[in-house]
């Protein structure tokens, strides 16, 4: 299996702040990473495609980057909606499209 | 405008069998490179993937939970069964279906999930 370690587990930024979620694969999986966003009771919503292409109708203020094993989602600007939690996703091993273990993202 | 929507008994009790179905609209999973997943999480918990079928029948299970999964899918009703043998209270989670997409199998659409306890 392939292991995807977010970090860090949680993080405290203020509106306007820029932020950046690290994910980690135990080997590497190329461009096959994806990220999404989850608020309290809701499905988890597609932000990040293939590392770095952004899903359409998502705020350009979300960017994603890296490739092998290393790679990061970056909010460039914190807005009230952005307080969620982020889980990186891979989609290189049909063996298994593991989850990271997420990164809660609280008003400071 | 793409749905999927879960459904299925939200209690059953230890070493039974779990039953979920998800059923979609929108798209069609005759057409190729189509594959529905199922995802679940437990309160409080990450989110962890079980299983996802293709439009050509092939499927994938999670390593982990293999042994317990069944995933299969009827075309003419828009619908794919998952299927969870022995089901324990660690069971305990939220079942989420989504339409899996592209080269990079990400997840597009997503259930709004479903509910599932295991208790006695």
């Known amino acids: 299996d392939i292991q995807m370690t977010q970090s860090p587990s949680s993080l405290s930024a203020s509106a306007g702040d820029r932020v950046t979620i690290t994910c980690r694969a135990s080997?590497?999986?190329?461009?096959?990473l994806n990220w999404y966003q989850q608020k309290p009771g809701e499905a988890p919503k597609l932000l990040i495609y293939?590392?770095?292409s952004l899903q359409s109708g998502v705020p350009s203020r979300f960017s994603g980057g890296g490739s092998g094993t290393d790679f990061t989602l970056t909010i460039s600007s914190l807005q009230p909606e952005d307080f969620a939690t982020y889980y990186c996703q891979q989609g290189y091993s049909t063996l298994g499209f593991t989850f990271g273990g997420g990164t809660k993202v609280e008003i400071k | 405008q793409i749905t999927l929507k879960e459904s299925g008994p939200t209690l059953v009790k230890p070493t039974q069998a779990l039953t979920l179905t998800c059923t979609f609209s929108g798209f069609s999973l005759t057409t190729t490179g189509e594959a529905v997943g199922w995802i679940r999480q437990p309160p409080g918990k990450a989110l962890e993937w079980l299983a996802v079928i293709f439009w050509d029948g092939e499927k994938r299970h999670s390593p982990s939970l293999k042994s317990r999964l069944t995933i299969t899918k009827d075309t003419s009703k828009n619908q794919v069964v998952l299927t969870m043998t022995n089901m324990d209270p660690l069971d305990t989670a939220t079942y989420f279906c989504a339409r899996r997409r592209g080269w990079g199998s990400w997840f597009d659409y997503w259930g709004q999930g479903t509910p599932v306890t295991v208790s006695s």
């Open positions: 080997q590497s999986i190329g461009s096959y």
């Open positions: 293939g590392a770095s």
